[in-house]
Antibody, heavy 119, light 112 residues
Framework: QVTLKESGPALVKPSQTLTLTCSFSGFSLSTGMRINWIRQSPGKALEWLARIDWDDDKFYSTSLKTRLAISKDTSKNQVVLRMTNMGPMDTATYYC????????????WGQGTVVTVSA | DIVMTQTPLSLSVTPGQPASISCRSSQSLLHSDGKTYLYWYVQKPGQSPQLLIYEVSNPFYGVSDRFSGSGSGTDFTLKISRVEAEDVGLYYCMQTIQMPWTFGQGTQVEIK
């Protein structure tokens, strides 16, 4: 059974760095697999943020790439997203989602974690 | 970045009636491998998004046959043949032909 779960702080202060962890089970980040981060700010559309592939290739949103860093720990079945210089506009629900072997769609999603940026 | 434009942004439908959502991309989503990298997701209230249709017209596992997708190049449509109460949610198109991947603005479907 494939599951993904996001974890991290519910509240961060402006200018702080957010660290989110996606812990997954039921599969390994093997050849052809990818993990993505997507967010949804209140009342706004889904926004793709970052992707990491089985071979450690990394890709980022154009508008956020200077603030994002994605990494993986294959031994722990985890993917970590770091976002620096958090501001109120970063208040959102953050999801991690899997792309299965050589697929280009999200076949499994986590439940999401809500992050609020406030002093 | 490829811009995905959905219309309408909201839709109020009588149960049993059809509904249609349009999605237009700023560049062709047809790849040289012959696939078109256009997907439809729905986010039901309080839930994570879930895949409905992949590569324009292929229903994902377990998706009702009331949902169908069509289109080519830059113009795509999601149709619901007979809307039911459980179809309430936000519908998004998304492209994965070119990084960064991008979503449409979303279309809110509600029941009259």
């Amino acid at each position: 059974q494939v599951t993904l779960k996001e974890s991290g702080p519910a509240l961060v202060k402006p200018s702080q760095t957010l660290t989110l962890t996606c812990s997954f089970s039921g599969f390994s980040l093997s050849t052809g697999m990818r993990i993505n981060w997507i967010r949804q700010s209140p009342g706004k559309a889904l926004e793709w943020l970052a992707r990491i592939d089985w071979d450690d290739d990394k890709f980022y949103s154009t508008s956020l790439k200077t603030r994002l860093a994605i990494s993986k720990d294959t031994s722990k079945n985890q993917v970590v997203l770091r976002m620096t210089n958090m501001g109120p506009m970063d208040t959102a629900t953050y999801y991690c989602a899997r792309m299965g072997h050589w697929l280009y769609y999200f076949d499994y999603w986590g439940q999401g974690t809500v992050v609020t940026v406030s002093a | 970045d490829i811009v995905m434009t959905q219309t309408p942004l909201s839709l109020s439908v009588t149960p049993g009636q059809p509904a249609s959502i349009s999605c237009r991309s700023s560049q062709s989503l047809l790849h040289s491998d012959g696939k078109t990298y256009l997907y439809w997701y729905v986010q039901k209230p309080g839930q994570s998004p879930q895949l409905l249709i992949y590569e324009v017209s292929n229903p994902f596992y377990g998706v009702s046959d009331r949902f169908s997708g069509s289109g080519s190049g830059t113009d795509f449509t999601l149709k619901i043949s007979r809307v039911e109460a459980e179809d309430v949610g936000l519908y998004y198109c998304m492209q994965t032909i070119q990084m960064p991947w991008t979503f449409g603005q979303g279309t809110q479907v509600e029941i009259k």
